[in-house]
């Protein structure tokens, strides 16, 4: 089955092309081609993401990635599209809000052959509204084209599936895990959420544990603000953190700027990261001269203060829930400390299979949409709902 995924969600604009072959208990896929525009440098400036802008950045840039994306795959194409008054109308109404893209799409879009696709998958939320809704409008509008069905897709599953997008590496990174074995347990820690989840069968899920305040990877983008560094703040704190850890391999980072392990005793499996971030303020805040080296130290701390809450509380869930798999999915997983940290932790459990995706699918992308919708349309096993109820749910939960 070939499926073209879409992912407007944030501010990465992302399609991408797969092949999924085969049963639940070991799919296949194979990615025939990806085409992503990160709207970061253009978010920069306000340090943060601003919707309306990624919503305009993102109807801008679907068309040139579709094109970009047929042009670099070898997909068989099919018959011409029967082009007529009517769909033109219809296609119209679907992309009425969208001008900008509606025009690239009668210009580019509807002259083309249709592609041998067999669904479209698209992130229904949760994200920015604004920004959701222009990813579900171009697929309902190709989907209207083409006539093949559309896929709603959960951003959070996603994260979770992004996994199976390449290899599966095992604790020890020897042999090579096929599948995923339930209960499952997913750590999924991104710029949104920060949560644990229970997954008892495919899109079976039980959110065990959530953030009270911030998602982590916000407090890395909070604390990023507070050092005076750019947007996003997950990969410079890394930056910083990694060059304090080369620099002086056996300081403590808690020397002199100790930060809380917040809700690391707590009885439960929630988090919160608002209070960190705010003891990084009054760190600073005292402080006359930020100096880089300095900077680099609270970075550290920050780190692993974080790392080692969400290393906790997985553990102790593994303890408790006695899953066969975990799996960490979100863009933070990018974060190497994080990374190694439960890879350690992981080898204390022989018996669990450990999934972590490759730093690329860590962040938002479409191929872990595509996976995602694949394993929804599989384990639903029924057609893909009409499109055209599709709606964007800026809140929708697991
Ligand atoms: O999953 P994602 O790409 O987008 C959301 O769904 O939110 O996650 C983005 C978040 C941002 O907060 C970013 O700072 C963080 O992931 N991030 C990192 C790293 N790379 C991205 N955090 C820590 N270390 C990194 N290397
Ligand atoms: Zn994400």
Known sequence: MIILA????CDETALALIEAKGELENPEFKILGTSLFSQIKIHEQYGGVFPMLAKREHAKNLVPLLKKLWEETELPKGE???????????????????KELLEDFLKHIVQDERPKIDAIAVTEGPGLEPALWVGINFAKALSHLWNVPVIPVNHMAGHIYSVLAHDKINPNGTSQETSLKFPALALLISGGHTELVLINNWEEYKVIGATRDDAVGEAFDKVARLLGLPYPGGPQISKLAESFRASFPNARSSESFPLPRPMIDSNDYDFSFAGLKTAVLYTTKKIPDLTEDIKKQIACEFENAATEVLVFKTKKAIEEFLPKTLIIGGGVVANNHIRAEFSKMVKEFPELSFFIPETNMATDNAVMISIAGYIKYFSNKKEAESSLSLRAKGNLSL
């Open 6 to 9: 879409i992912e407007t969600s």
């Open 80 to 98: 011409k599209i029967e082009w007529n008054e009517e769909t033109k109308q219809e296609i119209e109404k679907i992309l009425d809000r969208e």
